[in-house]
């Protein structure tokens, strides 16, 4: 079943996520689709991730329509005008990618070409409500389209912004997210479910889906990195714990996962699990999570 | 950059660069002194123009141009073009990188506030410009990238948006936010600029630093 299906059947929605290699063999990471191939509604492919210069993320799409797994192609507008990212919007349509993210973007001081010049023309709203206008058959200009797209738009949103300014601000953008055409959310990390229940009741009543993100942590140390480091993200320290007592760290990092996802069924619509280089272990998340009744093999 | 040459003419600005203690008197020697004592061969004088970015006032300069192999411009990038095409001949080289439009925060701290972009939306961001305060330019609100209230490219840089939000709330007019999507049209560069009531002979020349 296809994600645009999944998701106005108002089944629980698994997503995935894959960065692509920095170079062009993409041996690897087509055996991580095969992974996660039927066991997930979409992955994502993402766009150059803290602005570090990988393989693109519309080619990799591509790869997946043609093995039959759909994809959610990531876009930012850092490196792209307004015109590279309409077209490449008609660019992904034809070549068969139905889903788009749109993102922002990391600042590219914070990537491995920090000298590179940002684009940031548009945002991620400005680029959904252009989304909109190509799903009309019409440019950003207003001229008329030869074949239109049809995609279904998602955005993001970090429910663990950290202060209080900060948090309304996420949510006064997710409203204008919405009103632009964000049928779905895919979150920042989620390693409190109470303080994001807290977030899920500020936004009840929002048309649009949820689907809180879920990122593997591999060690102590990365989650001691990701607070300090990855903003919004916050892993409590009784997590931290679990993770420096177990004997089996990989066992501990799906447990957990899995604990999260279980816990994220019965608050939003949906489940986003990033596993950074640890997509095999994701159909083992979703087993243990009780995840997999709602994903079919196509 | 002067490597190949041994007179050179050190011309400061009295105006913007002098205010931000970047070509003034004192920049001016010390700058003088510097490359003396880095070379033996080497012969400098030192002088003030008022406005580099005026061409009336760079023309006083041309006989004491004259004498010189080059020119060493104390100005600001606009000081730098006006005396290099007042003297086509001559070598006109910047002394100094010309970083932005800013204002002296506190003694020694500059920080940047205008881009110049000639689409003014400060009425609706509390006085604060996103354009240029926020490391991304965002019009849409702040991306998803603030620590504490910080900007994700730098823990000296506030988040823009928060100040944004916090000055919006003060004046009740938070609904500026939430008001449409904003899309930037951005000008045409090189900028050219004509005020009917009082069109110039020559051209306008830009503001300074």
Known sequence: MGFRQALESEEFLVTAEIGPVKGTDVSALLEDVSVLRGRVHAINITDMPSSVMRLGSMAVCHLLTDMAVDPVFQVTCRDRNRLALQSDLLSAWVLGIRNVLALTGDHPALGDHPQARPVFDLDSVSLLQVIGQLNAGFDMAGKGLKGATDFLCGAVVNPGADTEDALDLQIIKMEKKIEAGARFFQTQAIYDLELFERFMKRVKGYRTKILGGVILLKSAGMARFMNKNVAGVHVPDHLIKEMVDAPDKVQKSIEIAARLAKGLKDLCDGVHIMAIGWEKMVPQVISEAGLSEGVQTK | ?209
Request: proline content about 6%; glycine content about 12%; hydrophobic content about 35%.
């Open chain 2, 1 to 209: 950059m002067i490597a190949p040459y041994k007179r050179i003419l050190i011309l400061g600005c009295s105006t913007c660069t002098t205010v931000c203690s970047a070509g003034g008197p004192k920049e001016c020697r010390e700058l003088a002194e510097s490359l003396v004592a880095g070379r033996g061969d080497l012969y400098v004088e030192q002088d003030m123009v008022p406005r580099q970015c005026a061409e009336k006032f760079v023309a006083r300069f041309e006989g004491k141009v004259r004498d010189f192999e080059a020119v060493l411009s104390m100005a600001c990038g606009n000081g730098v073009q006006v005396m290099a095409k007042r003297f086509p001949n001559k070598p006109v080289l910047p002394a100094l990188n010309t970083e932005f439009i800013g204002i002296e925060k506190e003694p020694g701290v500059w920080t940047e506030m205008c881009r110049a972009c000639g689409d003014c939306i400060l009425w609706r961001t509390a006085g604060i410009c996103p354009v240029t305060r926020c490391a991304k330019g965002l019009l849409n609100g702040p991306c998803g990238g603030s620590r504490e209230g910080r900007c994700e490219v730098s823990k000296d840089l506030p988040c823009a948006w928060q100040e944004i939000y916090q000055g919006l709330k003060r004046l009740g007019l938070t609904d500026y936010l939430k008001s449409g999507v904003q899309i930037k049209s951005w000008a045409v560069h090189p900028g050219r600029l004509t005020k009917g009531d009082e069109k110039p002979k020559h051209g306008l020349t830009g503001v300074g630093v």
